[in-house]
């Protein structure tokens, strides 16, 4: 802005006239455009003003009057008048004034766009892709933590659910993290308050990375830029991380302060908002005392009155009282069923977690079956029993305000119900000692038969080839049988528990009527003052008799969280927030020599100096008799086996030098037997890969030949109703579909995208059309990944470029596919060699 005459340089009379015709300012600032009309020699401003004359002429015309005044001889200039256009050809036009940017244009110019990688960029959008979630891996970076970007999707409270401030501060739980919450303004926030997650109440996410004067380093979520976030007052909550030190690191993650009882356990759960909980416990308690308030006011003095309208008033009173007590009471119900509904899954989550984080040789033993019930019991017999047994404690508060209640009207009655609500405390003591052992025994029953059921399912056809079916089927029988007993032992506690709570709750009430018509037929209290007691009586008898007819579910969850607890007392192979290198992109070079290892439990056989060669995207076929150690060999390479001699080499790096979580997950292996937690058809297959992509998931399945079998199923009803890859596999004990679990495990292993790809028996319990799949499958990935296959399918040995034959676990050939399988048909092994085919 061009500064105009100032003050100092011109006369008094002169400034009133220009401030007066808006030529200038109160600062002596000349307005652009602005101009004086009819300003003549004798003419004030203030005639000026009184005629209403719109300006005229130019703030120029003031300071040639000035001069003009000064010297009587001034030759004045004439006016500037515009030139015509072909005058002014060679007269360069001004250049405009620059007017300085705004503190928000400054931070735009300033910015510098984030190019992440692709699976930082999934991580993201699994997380929602909210500005929060793009926020996530500056704030790391900030934080100094160097983790792989699957750990972020490992760690997500629910993948593609939009990730909010709350979800990320329980994401950088799992991370080792400790959070504390500010609400402020960003000129409000110190130093002591970075690095942090500011969130703002219209969803803008901002990493403010560190503390400055003039500007604060950081990152926008929205825009995806790092640039100087100006110190202004936009108001959010600022969400401070510091790292946790690293002895608590070892167990922290979800559920690494894990409760030991269910009421600690469903408190966990409510304890984020106990303000709202109470009040609304509270007033709800409060209108169930309005019935029995009106019923003593109705018959203490409207009925002795004998006047209708006031009978019919208080009628309607309570009428009304209990109306807006149903709804209060199921709002009440709402917010504490909601939150407790997912903490089976929660629970099941965690222990999935830490399962994934204990040492192969801690699971060896177990067996498929073994390790789905564990996960079943884990889950602490779903969300059934937590809802129940939630909803019983949500009725305490107000069986607290009814013994007020009663204390109000009758202070000497009030302690028979106190009394009842002691011997409701002890029986429910009583009855919960009897009711866990109880409970523990129905879970180990069905836990074994429920093991069996699913093991023998996985050997059905051997046993049936064997002739061993019917030992197998008495032995299933027998164990439902004892299942059934143990759980019909287990309800029956149950059941004894909510007789004895009922029939407390009835002697409480008889005598607490009793007692008050003593005292009503000695003048002590009222009829109305009785029938209101009795009522807050019941209802106070009636929660805790319900709270102690839910023993067997508390039972349950106990028996639930036991098992947790032994989970968690196991040590990890590494810290569950520890950060954890990405998975290596391997190029699928595999040297093996003079290979062993030690004898495990069961009938697989150990390896004695084997060796084994593969360039990077060669197919190796490894065969053998049934546990001859081709299984073995692939369990060393995948880093589940260590060896006891000789050297396994990945891309000349010895694979005891790798780190063992990077190593399991850098080599995609995929078992004979493969198996499936109860969770949707994706999240089964991100097992394998978390931060693969939609594309990514698809081309697997189809290079599977599972996809059109995905896309036509469908399960559950109503709500419930799932299709394609959202489909629970909870309900599949067997194959729904020929080889459909078999393709659906290949393709997970195809999902890893690894450099290496073995296969353990991939042509066991598919169907023709998988196996036509599964070697169309090899031809193409030959020449991009190394696939080392462990077959004795002649169609599959026949694309190997090269094949291993173990015997004993020793080497008995190797070499060329042609001639190992000549080899083999002389033998009898095979029936067709490669130049009969």
């Known amino acids: 802005m061009a500064r105009g005459l100032p003050r100092f340089e011109a006369s008094d009379d002169l400034f009133k006239r220009a401030l007066a015709a808006g030529a200038i300012n109160a600062d002596g600032d000349a307005v652009a455009g602005a101009e004086i009309d009819g300003v003549e020699e004798g003419t004030s401003p203030a005639d000026t003003a009184t005629a209403g004359e719109q300006p005229a002429t130019a703030w120029r015309a003031l300071r040639l009057e000035r001069i003009e005044a000064m010297d009587q001889a001034a030759v004045l200039p004439p006016p500037l008048m515009p030139l015509p256009p ?19 244009e400054l931070e735009e110019a300033l910015s510098e766009a984030v190019d992440r990688p692709d699976d930082w960029m999934t991580a993201a959008e699994l997380a929602g892709g909210t500005p929060v979630a793009h926020c996530l891996r500056e704030l790391l970076d900030a934080l100094n933590w160097n983790g792989a970007a699957r750990q972020i999707a490992e760690a997500l409270p629910e993948l593609g659910a939009a990730l909010t401030g709350e979800g990320a501060a329980e994401v950088m739980g799992r991370l080792g993290f400790r959070c504390r919450r500010v609400k402020a303004r960003l000129n409000e926030l110190g130093p002591q308050d970075f690095p942090a997650l500011f969130v703002t109440p219209q969803g803008d996410a901002l990493v403010l990375k560190s503390f400055d004067q003039n500007g604060l380093p950081g990152f926008d979520g929205a825009s995806r830029t790092r640039r100087p976030i100006a110190r202004d007052g936009r108001a959010g909550t600022a969400y401070v991380f510091t790292a946790v030190d690293p002895d608590a690191a070892q167990t922290q993650g979800a559920g690494a302060d894990l409760p030991d009882r269910p009421l600690a356990l469903i408190w966990s759960r409510l304890k984020a908002r106990p ?5 609304t416990s509270l007033i709800s308690g409060g209108l169930a005392l309005a019935g029995p308030m009106l019923l003593l006011i109705a018959l203490d003095h409207a009925v002795p009155s004998g006047s209708l309208p006031m009978i019919l008033f208080f009628a309607g009173a309570a009428a009304l009282a209990l109306l807006v007590e149903a709804p209060l009471r199921a709002l009440r119900d709402s917010m504490v069923g909601r939150p407790v509904a997912g903490l089976p899954d929660a629970l099941g989550l965690w222990a999935l977690t830490r399962t994934l984080f204990l040492p192969p040789g801690a699971q060896r033993r177990a067996s ?8 079943d019991d884990f889950r602490a017999g779903g969300a059934g029993p937590v809802a129940r047994l939630a909803l019983a404690y949500a009725d305490l508060p107000a069986a607290l305000v009814a013994l007020a209640g009663i204390a109000v009207l009758n202070l000497s009655l009030v302690g028979l119900p106190i009394l009842g609500v002691f011997a409701l405390v002890i029986a429910g003591a009583v009855m919960g000692g009897l009711a866990r052992p109880a409970q523990a025994r129905a879970v180990r029953a069905l836990g074994g038969f429920l093991q069996r059921r699913r093991d023998f399912a996985r050997v059905a056809d051997a046993t049936r080839n064997a002739g061993s079916d019917e030992t197998f089927a008495n032995s299933l029988e027998q164990s439902e049988a004892a299942a059934d007993a143990a759980a019909r032992a287990a309800a029956g506690r149950g059941r004894l528990a909510g007789i004895l709570g009922r029939w407390i709750a009835g002697v409480t009430v008889a005598a607490t009527a009793a007692a008050g018509a003593y005292q009503v037929a000695d003048g002590g209290m009222s009829a109305g003052s009785l029938a209101a007691a009795l009522l807050l009586t019941w209802a106070a008898m009636g929660a805790g008799s319900r709270l102690l007819a839910r023993s067997g579910e508390a039972a349950r969850i106990w028996c639930g969280l036991a098992q947790l607890g032994k989970l968690q007392a196991m040590q990890p192979e590494r810290g569950l927030a520890a950060p954890s290198a990405a998975p290596r992109r391997l ?7 003079g290979l062993s290892t030690a004898p495990l439990s069961g009938v697989e056989m150990p390896l ?67 198996e499936f937690l109860p969770l949707s058809i994706e999240d089964n297959l991100r097992l394998m890969n978390p931060v693969a992509s939609d594309v990514d998931i698809q081309d697997a399945c189809t290079l599977a030949g599972v996809m059109e079998d995905i896309r036509v199923m469908e399960t559950g009803i109503g709500a419930n109703r799932r299709f394609g890859l959202a489909v629970d596999m909870t309900p599949f004990t067997r194959d729904p579909h020929p080889g459909f679990l078999k393709r659906l495990a290949l393709a997970r292993g195809y999902l890893r995208q690894s450099g290496l790809l073995l296969l353990d028996g991939p042509e066991r319990h598919l169907d023709p059309a998988g196996e036509q799949a599964l070697l169309a499958a090899i031809e193409q990935l030959r020449g991009e990944t190394t696939v080392i296959v462990a077959t004795d399918r002649p169609q599959i040995i026949r694309l190997a470029d090269r094949v291993l034959w173990l015997d004993g676990g020793r080497t008995r050939g190797a070499g060329p596919s042609a001639q190992v399988l000549q080899q083999l048909y002389d033998e009898g092994r095979v029936g067709q060699t490669l130049t009969e085919q």
């Open 86 to 104: 072909e005058a002014a050809v060679d007269i360069a036009e001004p250049e405009p004034e620059e007017v300085p940017p705004t503190p928000r």
């Open 608 to 674: 004695d100096d084997v060796s084994l060669y593969a360039d990077p995207g060669e197919v190796v076929a490894v065969v053998g008799d049934y546990q001859s150690g081709k299984s073995a060999l692939l369990q060393v390479l995948a880093g589940l086996q260590p060896a006891s001699a000789g050297h396994a080499r990945l891309d000349g790096i010895e694979a005891a030098q790798f780190d063992p979580l990077q190593l399991r997950q850098s080599v995609a292996y995929v078992p004979e037997t493969p």
């Open 275 to 279: 303000v709202a909980l109470a009040l």
């Open 587 to 593: 190029a699928g070079h595999v040297d093996v020599s």
């Open 368 to 375: 498929a079956g073994a390790r789905r019930v564990r996960y």
